[in-house]
């Protein structure tokens, strides 16, 4: 069974960088074909799909955030991080990690529950 | 990057009715959506992959069609539980679309 969880700060201030973190089981990363994904969404609003790490340490990025954004992974402690530099207000969202293979289809399945991240000063 | 342009952006309709949504991408993808369901302050759920393939568990209700750059996801008979937002996702380029809300009319 595949399960993943992410844990980081429920608040941060503007000009703050985050970092989060997706702890999964049930997987490697280090399985030809498997990637994490990180998505968010704002209150009220629609997802946003953010990034994505693959076994072979391809990474793909947003390219409205890409600037902002930095994903790595750990193999060896099953985690994929994500850092979101300068945030702002606008970032309030809650944020979920996500399961890829390209023995699957290639989307995103399972999901993480998702951690709110707040940004008020 | 490829964008999706899903339609509508909210709708009401009755229990037993057949919906249609629609997301057209912006460059051709093959067959490469998904289709989620979102209910509120839950984690979306998949129901269809590779444009046409139900997720298991998923009512055979649930159906996606298309290829290149429209999709369409199809409800057959609307039951009270499917009310929620739906999302398609184009994982070419990785892209959702902006949802559906599906209210009771």
């Known amino acids: 069974q595949i399960t993943l969880k992410e844990s980081g700060p429920t608040l941060v201030k503007p000009t703050q960088t985050l970092t989060l973190t997706c702890t999964f089981s049930?997987?490697?990363?280090?399985?030809?074909?498997?990637?994490v994904g990180w998505i968010r969404q704002p209150p009220g609003k629609a997802l946003e799909w953010l990034a994505l790490?693959?076994?072979?340490?391809?990474?793909r990025y947003s390219p409205s955030l890409k600037t902002r954004l930095t994903i790595t992974k750990d193999t060896s402690k099953n985690q994929v991080v994500l850092t979101m530099t300068n945030m702002d207000p606008v970032d309030t969202a809650t944020y979920y990690c996500?399961?890829?293979?390209?023995?699957?289809?290639?989307?995103?399945?399972?999901w993480g529950q998702g951690t709110l991240v707040t940004v008020s000063s | 990057d490829i964008q999706m342009t899903q339609s509508p952006s909210a709708m009401s309709a009755s229990v037993g009715d057949r919906v249609t949504i629609t997301c057209r991408a912006s460059?051709?993808?093959?067959?490469?959506v998904a289709w989620f369901q979102q209910k509120p302050g839950k984690v979306p759920k998949r129901l269809i992959y590779?444009?046409?393939s139900l997720q298991s568990g998923v009512p055979s209700r649930f159906s996606g069609s298309g290829s290149g750059t429209e999709f369409t996801l199809t409800i057959s008979s609307l039951q009270p539980e499917d009310f929620a937002t739906y999302y398609c996702?184009?994982?070419?380029?990785?892209?959702f679309g902006q949802g559906t809300r599906l209210e009771i009319k």
């Open positions: 460059q051709g993808i093959s067959d490469y």
């Open positions: 996702l184009q994982h070419n380029s990785f892209a």
């Open positions: 996500a399961h890829s293979s390209y023995f699957d289809s290639g989307d995103f399945d399972p």
């Open positions: 049930g997987f490697s990363l280090s399985t030809s074909g498997v990637g």
């Open positions: 590779g444009s046409s």
């Open positions: 790490i693959y076994w072979d340490d391809d990474k």
